[in-house]
C-alpha cells in the first residue's frame, strides 16, 4: 500500500532515447510534482499539475513533457535523453496546491536515470 | 525568496539527543518553516513545520526562536535510522508562492 509509487526504479539508456517515467499516488491527493535530484544532490522542482492542470512549470527543458491522465497519476516523458539528464527523478504529491496551505509533500522512493 | 543556513553535518551517538540548527534571517512574518529528511536511496521524507510555537511530533519537535530568525530541529534520541540528510526549507513567496526549494541540507551521521 505505498503511498506515492514511480516506475522503474532504474532506467538505463543511451543518448537520444525517448523514455517514460510513471508515478502513481493513492492518497487522495490534489496535486502532484517532478523533482530532479543531480549528482550533487541538489533537488529541484520541475513540475507540478493540480487536478489535472499545470501549474508549476520550472523553465525545464521542452524534451521533458509531463502528463497527468488523472489526478492520480502524473507521468514524465523526456524526448531525445542527453547525459546531462542523468538524476534520480522523484515524484511527489501533497493535498492542496503550493501556497494554498502548507500540506506536505509525500515523495515517491526515486527513477535513478541513467543516459549512457 | 528567504533562504535558510544550515551546517553540511553533524554527528550524533544512538540514543543521545541531536539539535539540528537551522538560520532563517530573511524570514518573512508568514512563512512557515518546513523540515524534510532523505535517508539513504529515499525520497526525502516530510518531518515537521512550524510558524512561531515550538511544535512537537512523534518524529521530532521544531524550536524556533523568538524572533523567527532561527530554528532548531531536536530529535530527543537518535537512532541509527536517523542517519540523513536534513533540509530546513522556506517556501517561495509571490510567483513561486509555497514552492519547497531544498538547499543542501546538513548530513547527520549516527554513531552506534
Known amino acids: 500500500d505505498t503511498a506515492v509509487s514511480q516506475t522503474p526504479k532504474y532506467l538505463v539508456t543511451q543518448m537520444g532515447n525517448d523514455k517514460s517515467i510513471k508515478c502513481e499516488q493513492n492518497l487522495g491527493h490534489d496535486t502532484m510534482y517532478w523533482y530532479k535530484q543531480d549528482s550533487k544532490k541538489f533537488l529541484k522542482i520541475m513540475f507540478s499539475y493540480n487536478n489535472k492542470e499545470l501549474i508549476i512549470n520550472e523553465t525545464v527543458p521542452n524534451r521533458f513533457s509531463p502528463k497527468s491522465p488523472d489526478k492520480a497519476h502524473l507521468n514524465l516523458h523526456i524526448n531525445s535523453l542527453e547525459l546531462g539528464d542523468s538524476a534520480v527523478y522523484f515524484c511527489?504529491?501533497?493535498?492542496?496546491?503550493?501556497?494554498?496551505?502548507?500540506?506536505?509533500?509525500?515523495f515517491g522512493n526515486g527513477t535513478r536515470l541513467t543516459v549512457t | 525568496d528567504a533562504k535558510t543556513t544550515q551546517p553540511n553535518s553533524m554527528e550524533s551517538n544512538e540514543e543521545e539527543p541531536v539539535h539540528l540548527p537551522c538560520n532563517h534571517s530573511t524570514i518573512s512574518g508568514t512563512d512557515y518553516i518546513h523540515w524534510y529528511r532523505q535517508l539513504p536511496s529515499q525520497g526525502p521524507e516530510y518531518v515537521i513545520h512550524?510558524?512561531?510555537s515550538n511544535v512537537n511530533n512523534r518524529m521530532a519537535s521544531l524550536a524556533i526562536a523568538e524572533d523567527r530568525k532561527s530554528s532548531t530541529l531536536i530529535l530527543h534520541r537518535a537512532t541509527l535510522r536517523d542517519a540523513a540528510v536534513y533540509y530546513c526549507i522556506l517556501p517561495g513567496r509571490g510567483s513561486t508562492l509555497g514552492r519547497l526549494y531544498f538547499g543542501r541540507g546538513t548530513q547527520l551521521t549516527v554513531w552506534p
Open positions: 511527489a504529491s501533497s493535498q492542496n496546491t503550493p501556497g494554498a496551505d502548507n500540506s506536505p509533500l509525500h
Open positions: 512550524g510558524l512561531t
